[in-house]
């Protein structure tokens, strides 16, 4: 059976293996100069490859459209993913939170093992050559469209026929890599319905002059909770970052990806309704907090109030603190009263930003939004409206939080698509 696979990415690159693996006759068209370019910048540049967690885990942390990957996830799971890269040579470890990284911490190690897999497969690859239609007749996919010139600028036939066809270009977040949206587009004039295409996992924007005083400044161990006045709408704890735009970081993405779901997010940002509160001291309750600073206070009673802090907070974060609790930087330490260590606890336990909006898709790690799941096989990844065509990846309607999730969406859709 003849498959060709349209885009060269995660997706694109498993379904190759997959469906060559089956004994098909198989070609990947990629429209970049070379395959893989966004799988190069994950983790950044590491490969966050998948999570080590189960199959509920995967669903939980996937927080749109979750269970329509419970068949995909069972055709090919994190284990497996790990198992074909570690039989290639690219060992892999654990680290924070599950993530699965390759032990070189190269994400070229790991793109180089699955190219030489689908040479050894004998996978066609035509770089530089973009579809621009899939043939359909009789309602079944037959071939596809493309332009004329390929990866050494020789003439190729403008039309490629198939057996199948899988749809693997990607969403739209990182445009430099080759995703920009070409998919949704074959897929309308198919007749498919594309959902709302956002942004996701996207750093944040505050108007607030904090975020830019701190820019640069990196927070380990802290938590965070993003509330709608008192409703919260994503709580967690790790590392963040701050930047002259507002807020980045993993925590900060996983949170984009609730936040961009709630309803009349705009006028919510406009209104100054969505507030980020950061407790800078998540490990240490409001009493113990007060008796940690007493104790540094202790050491420091002679000293400026301004000059008291340094054993507690970052040197850039310390007047911000100040003047968040209004108390007078240059008063003595031994001068502080009880209620203004009771102001300093809580400022430290709840730092407040407004947040004012997300980053635009360009960029965003991934594209939330795609390729409708209602008219998607979730057994075989087929189009329930185009016989033989396929759908692989970001370009589905279904998008997780950070973590190696969404590499794992790719490759067990993908798989999946390919087996079929």
């Known amino acids: 059976m003849n498959v060709i ?8 690159i498993i379904a190759g293996i997959s469906a060559a693996e089956c004994g098909n006759k198989v070609t990947i068209i990629e429209k970049m100069s070379s395959c893989g370019k966004k799988l190069l910048i994950t983790g950044k540049g590491r490969c966050n490859i998948t999570n080590s967690t189960d199959l509920n885990g995967f669903i939980e942390n996937t927080p749109n459209n979750g269970k329509f990957l419970y068949g995909a996830l069972n055709n090919f799971n994190n284990n497996d993913i790990v198992n074909l890269l570690e039989k290639e040579g690219v060992k892999t470890k654990v680290e ?19 190219l ?26 037959e071939g596809v469209k493309i332009n004329d010139v390929g990866a050494h600028g020789n003439k190729i036939s403008n039309e490629l026929k198939a057996d199948k066809i899988i749809l693997a270009t990607g969403g739209k977040s990182y445009p430099v890599t080759g995703s920009t949206g070409d998919g949704y587009k074959i897929a309308k004039e198919l007749g498919h319905t594309v959902t709302k295409i956002k942004p996701s996992l996207v750093p944040l924007i505050s108007k607030d002059s904090i975020c830019s005083k701190l820019q640069g400044l990196s927070l ?27 807020v980045s970081g993993p925590i900060i993405l996983s949170a984009s990806a609730y936040l961009i779901r709630y309803k ?36 420091e009673k002679n000293k400026e109030f301004k000059n008291s802090l340094n054993k507690l907070l970052p040197q850039k974060l310390i007047p911000i603190v100040i003047e968040k609790t209004g108390i007078n930087p240059y008063k003595k330490v031994n001068e502080i009263t009880k209620d203004e260590r009771a102001k300093i606890v809580k400022v430290l336990k709840c ?17 939330s939004g795609g ?5 998607i096989n979730p057994k075989t990844m087929e189009s329930k409206i185009v016989k033989g065509l396929y759908f692989a990846g970001e370009i589905i309607d ?21 087996m079929n």
Not at 224 to 243: C, S, V
Not at 351 to 361: A, D, Y
Not at 398 to 418: E, K, M, P
């Open 371 to 375: 390729i409708n799941i209602k008219e």
């Open 398 to 418: 279904v998008d997780s939080l950070t973590g190696g999730f969404n590499l794992q969406i790719a490759w067990s859709t993908g798989y999946t698509a390919g």
């Open 264 to 299: 009349n997010i705009e006028e919510l940002f406009k209104n100054n309704s969505i507030k980020l509160e950061i407790d800078l001291k998540p490990a240490l309750s409001d009493e113990k907090l007060d008796l940690r600073i007493l104790r540094d206070f202790e050491n």
């Open 5 to 12: 696979i349209i885009g060269g990415g995660p997706a694109g």
């Open 96 to 114: 924070r939170g599950g993530r699965i990284f390759p032990v070189s911490d190269k994400s070229i190690d790991v793109l180089e093992a699955l």
């Open 351 to 367: 730092l407040e930003i407004n947040i004012n909006g997300v980053r635009p898709i360009e960029e965003a790690i991934i594209t």
């Open 220 to 246: 380990k161990n802290v938590s965070i909770k993003l509330k709608n006045n008192d409703k919260i709408i994503y709580q967690d704890f790790g590392e963040m970052l701050f930047t002259h735009f507002g």
């Open 116 to 141: 030489k897999i689908l040479k050894k497969l004998n996978v066609k690859i035509l770089t530089n050559t973009k579809v621009e239609k899939i043939v359909v007749k009789d309602g079944k996919a």
